[in-house]
């Protein structure tokens, strides 16, 4: 090709809509040139089909006839972040888990899709397993064939079985999936959680940044309850969404009985016997809370606090406690 010839470009525009999934909004484009499914858009226009970078954002918009201005409001987009993995790209912000978003999972709301016509990038974050304006629990599967629909079809309301997605009826959401649906959805409406029994406890979430929102959940509601059942922690599997509605669970009760819950978790988790190995008693006893919490920024200072007075408060009941040591972290206290 000569280099002054254009960049090749889908022959029709499909104009991406703001806060949607990157995935759905490429079977849109991809439905309305008739291409076969984003896995032919991702392979023509960046030569592989897995999820783009941030730095390909003006290179695929480009080639669907957008300006990249329009690509970043999209959900999808990655960077590489050393022994994490990757960081996911959303709405200014970044998800500095790789386990947070899963683009590729294709949850959806029968009515959003009726209604709105695309799938909302907030349905690609692990934790959002209900539509706060339906009501409803999202759809994992087609109806009709107990399917998962795969993020390569071609047709963003049709299952190849012939389902109609927009006309599925799901489930009611409870009241725990509403409130972390709407939570996960304040960035783009800031949307009031629902009234609760214990809304000022659970207020403490509702100034925090998506991620620092999805690390809490994470830590009490997947990584605490596994330690205190001594169960095998892979804490960067990305989980199911049963797994994610047990999350949530877990840390909606947590917070709903903040700190004596908390306290209690950790006090069972501290009685283990610590492992053999030269670091810290804290990172012995503890493991990857200790670990976590101490990578942590002041967003999340409340839960650091709570978690040094446990340590604290193990520590002198230690047998030698009258032993003169010392921890190798600074504690932090908070006084009422």
């Excluded at 016509?117 to 959002?128: P, S």
């Excluded at 999936?177 to 659970?202: I, Q």
């Excluded at 949530?248 to 908390?262: F, G, K, N, Q, V």
Aim: with cysteine.
């Amino acid at each position: 090709m000569n280099v002054f010839d254009p960049p090749e470009q889908l022959l029709l525009r499909e104009t991406p809509q703001t806060g949607e999934s990157l995935n759905g909004y490429l079977i849109r484009a991809a439905a309305r040139n008739r291409w076969h499914g984003p896995s032919a858009i991702l392979q023509r226009s960046l030569g592989r089909c897995t999820p783009p970078k941030v730095s390909e954002i003006e290179q695929l918009a480009v080639f669907c006839r957008c300006h990249p201005l329009e690509f970043e409001h999209l959900v999808g987009f990655w960077r590489h972040a050393g022994p994490d993995g990757r960081h996911w790209y959303l709405r200014g912000g970044w998800l500095t888990q790789s386990s947070f978003l899963d683009p590729r999972r294709s949850l959806f709301c029968p009515a959003c899709l009726d209604e709105q016509g695309f799938a909302a990038g907030v349905w690609d974050i692990v934790l959002c397993t209900a539509c706060l304006d339906h009501g409803c629990r999202l759809l994992a599967v087609c109806p009709n064939c107990r399917r998962q629909p795969s993020w390569r079809r071609s047709e963003l309301f049709r299952c190849p079985c012939g389902q109609d997605f927009r006309r599925a009826i799901p489930e009611a959401a409870n009241q725990t999936e509403l409130w972390m649906a709407s939570l996960l959805c304040s960035d783009v409406g800031r949307t009031k959680p629902p009234a609760t029994d214990h809304a000022e406890s659970l207020a403490r979430l509702e100034n925090l940044s998506l991620d620092a929102i999805c690390k809490v959940v994470w830590l009490i509601g997947w990584l605490m309850p596994q330690l205190e059942s001594r169960r095998v922690v892979r804490g960067r599997r990305t989980p199911t969404v049963i797994e994610a509605r047990r999350m949530i669970s877990e840390a909606y009760l947590t917070l709903c009985d903040w700190p004596h819950r908390y306290h209690t978790s950790l006090m069972q988790i501290g009685r283990r016997p610590p492992t053999h190995s030269n670091a810290t008693w804290s990172d012995r006893v503890f493991s990857s809370i200790d670990r976590f919490l101490h990578a942590q920024d002041l967003e999340l200072g409340f839960l650091v606090v709570a978690y040094e007075r446990v340590v604290r408060e193990l520590w002198h009941q230690r047998p030698d406690a009258r032993i003169s040591h010392r921890l190798d972290r600074q504690l932090e206290f908070a006084f009422d």
